[in-house]
């Protein structure tokens, strides 16, 4: 049974930093290429960035270029977000993804496998 179990939520200050983690267990971690997205209520699921699984080599959507930086252990079977100079507009629901295409992938629909999500809120 595939699990991706994020942690790491909570509330922040705005221009706070915060560090989400990804278990991930019952699949090939070194396999996939590993996503974040993020949802606010009403909208639809937004692409964060994602991680080759090599872990050497990254993509981001443009809000989070050079405020947030994701990471790998495949030792460990876990991904990173890590995330700073937070703002309010990053309040969400941040949910890891994996994704078993060759390229990194931006899209919701590529993705094999969700976790559950993680809050996070920041206040102004």
């Known amino acids: 049974q595939v699990q991706l179990v994020e942690s790491g939520g909570g509330l922040v200050q705005a221009g706070g930093s915060l560090r989400l983690s990804c278990a991930a267990s019952?699949?090939?971690?070194?396999?996939?290429?590993m996503g974040w997205f993020r949802q606010t209520p009403g909208k639809e699921r937004e692409f964060v960035g994602a991680?080759?699984?090599?872990?050497?080599?990254?993509y981001y959507a443009n809000f989070a270029e050079g405020r947030f930086t994701i990471s790998r252990d495949n030792a460990k079977s876990a991904v990173y977000l890590q995330m700073t100079s937070l703002k309010p507009e990053d309040t969400a629901a941040y949910y890891c993804a994996a994704d078993s295409s060759y390229f990194i992938q931006r899209s919701v629909r590529e993705y094999d496998y969700w976790g559950q999500g993680t809050q996070v809120t920041v206040s102004s």
């Open positions: 019952g699949i090939i971690f070194s396999a996939y290429n």
């Open positions: 991680i080759n699984r090599s872990g050497g080599g990254t």
